[in-house]
């Protein structure tokens, strides 16, 4: 069993930055991908950005130039490092992690504001 704890979130005005991190413990596992994921109010849970065992990224369109995924692997750790951030940026961030064997897990969540 892994266990993803996120911490970071917060209010923030518009153009600010927040850096969200999330660190995944537990027995016997090997990280593959680590993502961060996003839920606005009414509607469906979207991936924000993800990142592989090798330093891939990969980011949705709206949040590129803005936002940077990164992970330390000895830490077991990813983070997301928002800037400039937007009123619409306003959602629930979560962690998601796949390890090696195919198997996935959710963080708790994060909440994050930006004010106008």
């Known amino acids: 069993q892994v266990q993803l704890v996120e911490s970071g979130g917060g209010l923030v005005q518009a153009g600010g930055s927040l850096r969200l991190s999330c660190t995944a413990s537990g027995s016997s596992f090997s990280i593959n991908a680590m993502a961060w994921y996003r839920q606005a109010p009414g509607k469906q849970r979207d991936l924000v950005a993800d990142?592989?065992?090798?330093?891939?990224?990969n980011y949705v369109d709206s949040v590129k130039g803005r936002f940077t995924i990164s992970r330390d692997n000895a830490k077991n750790t990813v983070y997301l490092q928002m800037n400039y951030l937007k009123p619409e940026d306003t959602a629930v961030y979560y962690c998601?992690?796949?390890?090696?064997?195919?198997?996935?897990?959710w963080g708790q969540g994060t909440q994050v504001t930006v004010s106008s």
């Open positions: 990142i592989t065992s090798g330093g891939n990224t």
């Open positions: 998601y992690l796949v390890t090696r064997r195919h198997n996935f897990y």
